[in-house]
C-alpha cells in the first residue's frame, strides 16, 4: 500500500514506520526535520534494502509548509491510507507563525488543511484516514467561541481539547465522505515512553514517576498498524479505537453542534491555505 505518516521521526511515528516498512509498504514520510528524516530512511534501509521510502517537508506549525507538502504529493495517484500521527504539548502558551495556538495547530488544524487538500485524491482513492487521538480527549472542553483558548489556557487542557478536536475530525469525516468510499478511525495509541512528557514543564515530574509503567513506542503503534492494514469491511468508520478495538469515546465526541461547528471553524482559520 501506499501510506503517508505524519510525524515519523520519533516515538510512536518511528515505530509505525519501522513496522509498515517491514510489512512492505510504501510510505511517505512528512517531518519538518530533514536531516533527522534521511537518517532514519538509510537505517530503515540498510534493514531493508528494497523499501520504498520518500521525504515531504512537512511542518504542522506553517500552514504554508503544509500546503506545499500536499502540492508536492499530486504526483501520488493511489494514497491508500493517511496517518495523522504528529503532535505535541507545550508548557506554555504559544502562537505559530500563522497566529494560531500552538497546541491547537500542531495536533488539529495542521492535519485538518493536509488532509483537506488531499481530499481529491482520497476519495480517488477510497483512502483511510487515521487520527492519532489519546484518552485526554475527555478531559476536552471545546468552547467554539475560545477555540483558542484566548482566556483560560492550560498546557493539559489544550492538549485534552487538541485531542478531542482529533475525535471530532474523524466523525466528520465519517459523516461527509464514507458515501464516497473515505473512511476514517480515531484513536488512543496507550501511554507510551517517549519524548511527550518534555512538555509539561514544571509538571514534568508526573510524567517521570508515571515512566515505569509507559508501554513501548512499539506496543503504542499497534492499534495504527492495526487500522492501517486490515480491510476497511472489518473496521467501524467513525469509530474511537483502544487497544486494536472500538471503544466508546466521550459524549462530546458525539455532539452535532461540536462535529459540525469544529469543522466550520476549522475551515474558515485555514481558507487563505485551502485556496492556494
Request: aromatic share 6%; with cysteine; charged share 10%.
Amino acid at each position: 500500500m501506499n501510506i503517508l505518516l505524519t510525524g515519523s521521526t520519533s516515538g510512536i511515528g518511528a515505530a509505525t514506520a519501522e513496522i509498515l516498512t517491514a510489512q512492505g509498504h510504501s510510505l511517505w514520510l512528512l517531518n519538518r526535520n530533514a536531516s533527522k528524516t534521511a537518517q532514519q530512511i538509510a537505517q530503515l534501509k540498510q534493514q531493508h534494502p528494497n523499501a520504498e521510502l520518500h521525504f515531504v517537508p512537512c511542518d504542522l506549525n506553517e500552514l504554508s509548509s503544509v500546503a506545499q507538502a500536499a502540492a508536492g504529493l499530486k504526483t501520488v495517484s493511489q494514497i491508500d491510507v493517511l496517518i495523522n500521527n504528529a503532535g505535541g504539548l507545550t508548557s506554555s502558551r504559544e502562537t505559530t507563525p500563522d497566529g494560531f495556538e500552538m497546541q491547537l495547530q500542531m495536533n488539529h488544524l495542521g492535519h485538518f488543511l493536509l488532509t483537506n487538500l488531499l481530499l481529491p485524491q482520497l476519495l480517488a482513492s477510497k483512502a483511510k484516514v487515521i487520527n492519532v487521538s489519546s484518552e485526554a480527549h475527555r478531559a476536552g472542553k471545546i468552547d467554539l467561541q475560545n477555540l483558542q483558548l484566548n482566556s483560560g489556557w492550560s498546557a493539559f487542557g489544550a492538549y485534552a481539547n487538541a485531542k478531542l478536536c482529533n475525535v471530532l475530525f474523524t466523525k466528520a469525516l465519517h459523516e461527509q465522505y464514507q458515501s464516497q468510499g473515505l473512511t476514517a478511525y480515531a484513536l488512543h495509541p496507550g501511554v507510551v515512553n517517549t519524548g511527550f512528557g518534555d512538555g509539561l514543564g514544571k509538571m514534568k515530574w508526573m510524567w517521570q514517576l508515571m515512566t515505569p509503567f509507559l508501554i513501548t513506542p512499539a506496543k503504542g503503534a499497534a492499534t495504527t498498524i492495526h487500522l492501517a492494514t486490515q480491510p476497511a469491511a472489518r473496521l467501524q468508520s467513525g469509530a474511537y479505537y483502544k487497544s486494536q478495538k472500538v471503544k466508546a469515546n466521550a459524549a462530546a465526541g458525539n455532539d452535532p453542534a461540536l462535529i459540525n461547528g469544529l469543522w466550520t471553524a476549522s475551515e474558515a482559520l485555514v481558507a487563505p491555505w485551502l485556496k492556494a
